[in-house]
């Protein structure tokens, strides 16, 4: 990384370990840093070591190894209600005996901010989150959307710097859970926040990101903007846990050109940009998307690469077809196409040729 990138950092993870028992690492070797007002989320499946990341940020869990510094400082010894960062949890943590201004009105007195400043505060962060008559209720009395964005509002209400935030949306219905997502991104943009998101719902992180971190195994697998962690995953695991996924499974015959030959275990010879192979006779998993692939003749592209198919199920969604062939052996093969006059509908048992260009088909590791 570059000197500049890191004199920039204002959150920074450096060769961070941690471990629970002396032997097993939670987190590897962990370095990442995120300039002033990024929004980067870590994503992985439960156990990777993202929710660790976030409380030793936070001050609730002590590093191993390595150093946590905040805007060049480091706060490894710093307590938590030090650090000056606001947090926001799935499960709210809202006083139930205060009122909502009350909940509000706490972080600003262990902060020793005057009566009249509070209540100012305190305005200005409810009507942020659309909540401004709200402030004389309960916790009680309001639905968890509502205690949600409370909790938001208490988070900001003493204008952090950096926010951090751990699956903040999980026990939201779907509908709220989306009006959600793009008011906090709205907010901490706006705002010019610094926030560190974790969730394990990839949909959430490819639609709130600036970056995301995929974690899994304790280590960052790759870190990059959504779209290109969906279109250029960089191993098998961010292709699978990224998104919907086919994978065909082969060996690389050889590699010309930036373009790897890969003979599958059908027996089928396919082109495929070699990522994380570098020689012939090494085994890949190959890695393509659903709507990467077309089996209407008429929109095939020039260079397409075409395999045989049979159609197993054709399923109407709405606004797309999704088709599941066999392919090369796999059952699992799935197609998207948008739902268009000009688009074929299959029926099951039909034998078609499917395509798609070889720089949509990454070679990764097996």
Same mark, same amino acid.
Request: negative net charge; proline residues 5%; glycine residues 8%.
């Given at each position: 990384?570059?000197?500049?990138?890191?004199?920039?950092?204002?959150?920074?993870?450096?060769?961070?370990?941690?471990?629970?028992?002396?032997?097993?690492?939670?987190?590897?070797?962990?370095?990442?840093?995120?300039?002033?007002?990024?929004?980067?989320?870590?994503?992985?499946?439960?156990?990777?070591?993202?929710?660790?990341?976030?409380?030793?940020?936070?001050?609730?869990?002590?590093?191993?190894?390595?150093?946590?510094?905040?805007?060049?400082?480091?706060?490894?010894?710093?307590?938590?209600?030090?650090?000056?960062?606001?947090?926001?949890?799935?499960?709210?943590?809202?006083?139930?005996?205060?009122?909502?201004?009350?909940?509000?009105?706490?972080?600003?007195?262990?902060?020793?901010?005057?009566?009249?400043?509070?209540?100012?505060?305190?305005?200005?962060?409810?009507?942020?989150?659309?909540?401004?008559?709200?402030?004389?209720?309960?916790?009680?009395?309001?639905?968890?959307?509502?205690?949600?964005?409370?909790?938001?509002?208490?988070?900001?209400?003493?204008?952090?710097?950096?926010?951090?935030?751990?699956?903040?949306?999980?026990?939201?219905?779907?509908?709220?859970?989306?009006?959600?997502?793009?008011?906090?991104?709205?907010?901490?943009?706006?705002?010019?926040?610094?926030?560190?998101?974790?969730?394990?719902?990839?949909?959430?992180?490819?639609?709130?990101?600036?970056?995301?971190?995929?974690?899994?195994?304790?280590?960052?697998?790759?870190?990059?903007?959504?779209?290109?962690?969906?279109?250029?995953?960089?191993?098998?695991?961010?292709?699978?846990?990224?998104?919907?996924?086919?994978?065909?499974?082969?060996? =690389?015959?050889?590699?010309? /050109?930036?373009?790897?030959? !890969?003979? +599958?275990?059908? $027996? &089928?010879? @396919?082109?495929?940009?070699?990522?994380?192979?570098?020689?012939?006779?090494?085994?890949?998993?190959?890695?393509?998307?659903?709507?990467?692939?077309?089996?209407?003749?008429?929109?095939?592209?020039?260079?397409?690469?075409?395999?045989?198919?049979?159609?197993?199920?054709?399923?109407?969604?709405?606004?797309?077809?999704?088709?599941?062939?066999?392919?090369?052996?796999?059952?699992?093969? =799935?197609?998207?196409?948008? /739902?268009?006059?000009?688009? !074929?509908? +299959?029926?099951? $048992? &039909?034998? @078609?040729?499917?395509?798609?260009?070889?720089?949509?088909?990454?070679?990764?590791?097996?």
């Amino acid at each position: 990384m570059a000197d500049s990138a890191i004199n920039d950092a204002f959150v920074e993870f450096d060769r961070v370990q941690k471990s629970y028992d002396g032997e097993n690492l939670v987190v590897k070797d962990l370095n990442l840093s995120l300039p002033k007002g990024e929004f980067l989320t870590m994503l992985g499946p439960s156990g990777s070591g993202k929710t660790t990341c976030l409380m030793m940020l936070a001050g609730f869990e002590t590093a191993t190894h390595g150093e946590i510094r905040l805007d060049g400082r480091e706060i490894n010894n710093i307590p938590p209600h030090k650090r000056g960062i606001g947090m926001v949890f799935q499960n709210y943590a809202l006083f139930p005996h205060m009122t909502i201004a009350e909940n509000l009105s706490f972080p600003l007195e262990v902060r020793k901010f005057g009566k009249s400043e509070r209540e100012a505060k305190i305005k200005r962060a409810l009507d942020m989150v659309e909540m401004g008559s709200f402030g004389s209720r309960r916790p009680a009395q309001l639905s968890g959307g509502q205690q949600q964005r409370v909790a938001l509002a208490r988070a900001l209400v003493f204008e952090p710097e950096l926010v951090l935030m751990d699956e903040p949306l999980g026990a939201l219905d779907k509908q709220l859970r989306e009006k959600m997502q793009f008011e906090i991104t709205h907010l901490a943009h706006t705002l010019g926040i610094t926030t560190v998101y974790v969730t394990h719902d990839q949909t959430e992180a490819l639609t709130m990101s600036d970056r995301v971190a995929v974690f899994d195994d304790g280590r960052i697998q790759q870190l990059a903007p959504p779209d290109k962690l969906y279109e250029e995953p960089e191993n098998s695991f961010v292709a699978q846990f990224i998104g919907e996924n086919n994978t065909l499974e082969g060996v =690389v015959k050889e590699i010309n /050109n930036g373009v790897a030959l !890969v003979q +599958l275990d059908g $027996g &089928e010879l @396919i082109d495929a940009k070699p990522i994380n192979v570098s020689k012939p006779g090494e085994r890949t998993r190959v890695s393509i998307r659903p709507e990467r692939v077309e089996y209407n003749k008429e929109r095939m592209q020039e260079g397409a690469h075409t395999l045989k198919a049979e159609v197993l199920e054709f399923i109407y969604m709405g606004d797309i077809f999704r088709t599941r062939l066999r392919v090369a052996g796999n059952d699992e093969f =799935v197609v998207k196409t948008r /739902n268009a006059p000009d688009q !074929v509908r +299959l029926k099951p $048992g &039909e034998q @078609i040729e499917i395509g798609w260009l070889p720089e949509d088909c990454r070679a990764l590791d097996a």
